[in-house]
């Protein structure tokens, strides 16, 4: 009986000792979790890293008409054999592809595991919660960051997280008539006396063009100008800075140029189209627009002047110049179910490789400078080749980086239109501005 009895408690001894053996083990797996941003998304992004099994990830964009998204997806494809990229086309209209995604994370949807974002949508999709912080991935891979633009890299971070990486990149330059510019201004001075005494030359009927209704292309001006001067409308921070001298004197050089009479009278109700549709029927020396605009002045279906068209940074402040940032980023959805290989694809994706292949394709400007000097880029897109279109990607500078950035947006426009329109000084629209946009981000 004592030998049975024995025999028991040696038993229940090694089984208790098995269990806590297997314990043991899963918690010291579970600790090393607790330096990423949860358990649950370090299994599985570890656990789906260097396997050989097969996972399909849904990537979720506009739709590309250029064939640059199918060649990089082809390329990543053959990279990691493993990994099977799926295409959703989303609305073309930026605002509706912003409602189709804001739909679909409310509802916690994991169909899509990596999205295109726009320079704008960061920080309020961080705060959402609806994408993933990519932090860790970046620091676990030794990606640097450094290589990026400055100014296209700071869009995505928000409460000192990345939350996307720089895709393309677009910035406000100048464009100018090289038959009657020798010399692009170097000032906003410059400017507005160059294009006062070239009206009316070469069958122009204006000097300047640039985008002045209320919309959100103003907020891109009016930030130019403001950055130019040393001013800001919100800091790092968060904080609101737009009450200040600096910003003051920028958005007073605004008015003086979107007032004078070397623009358009009705230029309050000019956008991207009515400003380059103008510039490319010969009617302005000079226009404030976006890269495309080069394109399309040398389109021989369209455009009058073809071949007589120069690329510079926009026009100095006090503080040198400053262009509105745009473009595109690319984010991971914090309910995807395969983090990791979402992680190789935008990390490919936005990476040299990548990137070479969009600005080959599609003509999308990269947002690494180094890929500025690749022969087959610049053979494949010569502009991106101008020392001047290069100079001014350099001044880029992003929109105010908050999570309600349409509400915010909306204060600018209403504020910096009755400035111009004269319905009140520039002081008062920067008092007002100040006192709702702290109210917007209380």
Not at 223 to 228: D, K, L, S, T, V
Request: with cysteine.
């Amino acid at each position: 009986m004592k030998k049975w009895k024995l025999s028991m408690f040696v038993m229940v001894f090694l089984l208790m000792l098995g269990v806590m053996t297997a314990c043991n083990s899963g918690s010291s797996g579970s600790s090393d979790d607790s330096s990423g941003d949860s358990g649950s998304e370090n299994t599985e992004a570890e656990g789906s890293e260097g396997s050989s099994e097969e996972v399909t990830i849904t990537y979720a964009r506009g739709k590309d008409a250029t064939g640059a998204t199918d060649a990089i997806i082809k390329a990543f494809e053959k990279e990691h054999p493993n990994i099977n990229v799926e295409l959703r086309e989303m609305p073309t209209d930026s605002g509706k592809q912003h409602d189709a995604y804001v739909t679909a994370f409310n509802a916690e949807s994991s169909e899509i595991d990596v999205l295109d974002i726009d320079v704008v949508w960061p920080a309020e999709f961080a705060q959402a919660g609806y994408v993933l912080p990519l932090d860790r991935f970046i620091k676990k891979d030794n990606v640097n960051l450094d290589m990026y633009n400055e100014g296209a890299l700071s869009a995505a971070q928000f409460k000192g997280k990345q939350w996307a990486m720089p895709k393309f990149i677009d910035a406000g330059m100048l464009f100018y008539r090289t038959d009657m510019v020798e010399e692009p201004p170097k000032t906003w001075d410059e400017l507005i006396s160059m294009a006062s005494n070239l009206q009316g030359q070469n069958g122009t009927e204006f000097g300047y063009l640039m985008q002045a209704k209320q919309y959100e292309g103003l907020v891109c001006n009016a930030i130019e100008f403001i950055a130019a001067y040393g001013g800001a409308i919100v800091n790092e921070k968060g904080e609101v800075v737009v009450n200040s001298p600096d910003t003051i004197q920028g958005l007073k050089k605004l008015v003086e140029v979107a007032t004078s009479d070397f623009v358009p009278q009705n230029i309050t109700t000019f956008t991207e189209v009515e400003s380059h549709t103008s510039f490319i029927e010969g009617e302005s020396p000079f226009i404030r627009n976006w890269p495309y605009q080069f394109s399309l002045a040398n389109d021989e279906e369209q455009s009058e002047i073809v071949g007589k068209v120069g690329v510079a940074p926009l026009p100095a402040g006090d503080e040198g110049s400053a262009a509105a940032l745009g473009g595109w980023m690319t984010a991971i959805s914090a309910f995807s179910e395969n983090k990791q290989a979402a992680w190789e694809f935008v990390k490919f994706m936005t990476g040299k490789e990548g990137q070479k292949i969009d600005a080959i394709k599609g003509s999308h400007a990269p947002t690494i400078p180094e890929l500025y000097e690749d022969e087959e880029i610049i053979s494949a897109t010569p502009f991106f080749g101008e020392e001047g279109f290069v100079q001014a990607l350099n001044a880029a500078v992003s929109r105010p980086v908050v999570p309600n950035y349409q509400e915010v947006s909306e204060i600018i426009q209403i504020h910096v239109s009755k400035a111009i329109n004269g319905d009140v000084t520039v002081e008062e629209a920067v008092k007002s501005m100040e006192t709702e946009l702290k109210e917007a981000l209380k």
